[in-house]
């Protein structure tokens, strides 16, 4: 169940930005900004999930750590 529910989430997310980045060109001279912020953040949130990802340190904690 949670499986389609990210599923589903992920093909709204997805319709949003195509819906997004569609109005960015047809309003092209300044949609150009919007979609450069768009990017810049999409750039960002790839490092961060990198960097998550290859953090052995979080791993141990997350496993070992009492909560």
Not at 20 to 33: K, R, V
């Amino acid at each position: 169940m949670e499986r389609v529910g990210y599923i589903l989430l992920s093909v709204a997310a997805a319709g949003w930005l195509i819906a997004i980045l569609a109005g960015m060109i047809a309003a092209f001279p300044f949609g150009i900004i919007g979609f450069i912020a768009i990017v810049g953040i999409g750039f960002l949130f790839a490092k961060v999930v990198k960097d998550r990802l290859e953090n052995k340190e979080d791993d141990y904690y997350s496993d070992n750590v009492e909560k």
